[in-house]
């Protein structure tokens, strides 16, 4: 088992920065995840590092403005989100999975956080 704390939510202005932090324990896993939902969508992959490598992968939307990071000592990841805009308003989670590939569905992912909200005000 793994388990996921998450916590660095909250409410910014339109342009704000806003940093996400999950804490990891328990067995070991190859990647973390980054995933998001919006009120009435779908669950939307965000970003995910490869924890051995440190390779990183983004979503489209969110390339150039996010970054996914990693502190091996502290077992954490990090989301620094930049240039935040309304449409990024959702209630983030961070996910584990011990699979060998980059995978970007959240339905392969084993463990989950409980997810933190991120407001972003026009």
């Known amino acids: 088992q793994v388990q996921l704390v998450e916590s660095g939510g909250g409410l910014v202005v339109a342009g704000g920065s806003l940093r996400l932090s999950c804490a990891a324990s328990?067995?070991?896993?190859?990647?973390m995840g980054w995933f998001r939902q919006a009120p009435g969508k779908e669950r939307d992959f965000v970003a995910l590092?490869?924890?051995?490598?440190?390779?990183?992968y983004y979503s489209d939307t969110v390339k150039g403005r996010f970054t996914i990071s990693r502190d091996n000592a502290k077992n954490t990841v990090y989301l620094q989100m930049n240039g935040l805009k309304p449409e990024d308003t959702a209630v983030y989670s961070c996910?584990?999975?011990?699979?060998?590939?980059?995978?970007?569905?959240?339905?392969?992912?084993?463990?989950w956080g409980q997810g933190t909200q991120v407001t972003v005000s026009s």
């Open positions: 996910a584990a999975r011990r699979g060998t590939l980059p995978l970007k569905t959240a339905g392969r992912y084993n463990y």
């Open positions: 328990g067995d070991t896993f190859n990647f």
């Open positions: 590092i490869n924890w051995s490598s440190g390779s990183t």
